[in-house]
């Protein structure tokens, strides 16, 4: 069951996002392309199950808060803005 995956690329960049004179924040994006490599016997197993084969290929993104987020509030006039992590 492991090394099922072979990986072609890995691509780790960093995205913010913003809402205009709001708060933005800064989230760490994964892209990773990767190869199926796995038994005959058990893509076969698999097939019967999902009633379908399995794409030779793959794409995994994933997208998430680094252990130190960064948050940068923008105040203007008396407005104040609030965010929050959970």
């Given at each position: 069951m492991?090394?099922?995956l072979r990986?072609?690329?890995f691509?780790?960049?960093e995205q913010i996002?913003?809402?205009d004179h709001g708060p933005s924040i800064t989230l760490n994006h994964i892209s990773v392309d990767a190869t199926l490599v796995i038994d005959e016997n058990y893509h076969n197993h698999i097939r019967r199950i999902?009633?379908?084969s399995l794409p030779p290929s793959v794409q995994i993104q994933l997208l998430y808060a680094?252990?130190?987020?960064k948050i940068n509030f923008q105040?203007?006039?008396m407005n104040f803005i609030f965010f929050r992590l959970s």
């Open positions: 492991h090394n099922m990986l072609d690329s691509i780790q960049t996002f913003s809402i999902l009633k379908k680094p252990n130190q987020v105040f203007f006039s």
